[in-house]
């Protein structure tokens, strides 16, 4: 009877990697994480989320301001328009002098909602200050990673690049190999597995930083091959964290690759030159690309997309 009463969740789609996975069963409500959902969306979502409700707080105050009678002072009689701009002057405690309102209810709705406006906008400072200076990495993640022997092992190799010119400091990188399989008893599940790197920390990451995992015997991708791993619908995840030089705070960036971003007998290109005057410089222009060194690679992988 428990289950019975228990009330079902809404579907919510929730990124894993590079697949959308639906969550059934959970209950979540916009009010009541407005924070979480508020610092995580993009400035964009916030600023209309904000004006929506700012014109509909006003628009109710004009209903009520409506309701009142002829409650304000110089304006016209029914007129929505005065009343609502009325309720933005209120609302924004600016009071230009030439709407006022008349009568004890008026002035009770009036005190009503220049306190809803003084919290409101404090509270929305608090926000705009908190998304403000919340740290964020700039961390490019090559398009593609690659499969390619180096010093003789086969390794998985991918790069990445600090968009900033500052330095991430104490850079630590984990990277994990998701995959589906059936166990024994053929229950199919998604098994996960660390990958080590040959350098998984930096003390100081300011431009470019290639990763490498050997895929020796020990390796969970010993043996796959980019057929296999699509099959297997794999995926690389990446999680780098470090501490930014700048803001003194912890920083973190994600980035996956699917099976398919996966280049088999392929190289990155190189980014780094020496200039005329024989300075070192870093081309980001050719940061995602790589290059074939056998035909037969290009093929193949051109067959598991």
């Not at 809803?116 to 400072?125: C, D, P, R």
Request: proline share 3%; hydrophobic share 45%; net charge neutral.
């Amino acid at each position: 009877m428990a289950g019975k009463r228990q009330r079902r969740g809404k579907r919510q789609p929730i990124r894993f990697g590079g697949v959308d996975v639906i969550q059934i069963g959970t209950h979540r409500h916009f009010l009541g994480d407005f924070y979480h959902y508020f610092l995580d969306s993009s400035w964009i979502t916030v600023l209309l989320v904000l004006l929506a409700v700012f014109a509909v707080v006003n628009m109710a105050f004009a209903l009520a301001y409506l309701e009142c009678g002829n409650c304000i002072e110089n304006a016209r009689t029914g007129s929505f328009e005065d009343a609502f701009f009325f309720s933005v002057q209120t609302l924004a405690t600016i009071g230009y002098g030439k709407l006022v309102p008349r009568g004890t209810a008026a002035n009770l709705l009036v005190a009503f909602e220049a306190v809803s406006g003084l919290l409101g906008f404090a509270i929305v400072t608090g926000l705009a200050f908190a998304k403000f200076s919340r740290p964020t990495a700039r961390v490019m993640f090559s398009k593609y990673a690659i499969v390619l022997p180096r010093d003789g092992v086969e390794s998985l190799q991918f790069r990445m690049g600090n968009e900033r010119s500052n330095r991430i400091v104490e850079a630590q990188i984990h990277v994990s190999y998701a995959r589906q399989e059936v166990t024994v008893e053929g229950e199919s599940i998604r098994r996960i597995s660390d990958l080590k790197l040959v350098r998984d920390r930096s003390s100081v990451f300011a431009i470019s930083w290639t990763a490498l995992h050997q895929i020796s015997a020990d390796s969970p991708l010993y043996g796959e091959t980019s057929e296999s791993l699509i099959e297997k619908q794999a995926e690389i995840v990446v999680s780098l964290v470090g501490i930014d030089e700048t803001l003194a705070q912890t920083i973190h960036a994600r980035h996956a690759y699917s099976a398919a971003d996966l280049a088999f007998g392929a190289r990155f290109v190189d980014i780094m030159a020496i200039t005329p005057d024989g300075h070192p410089s870093v081309d980001y222009t050719h940061f995602h690309e790589i290059e074939y060194l056998e035909p037969e690679a290009r093929r193949k992988q051109a067959r598991s997309r």
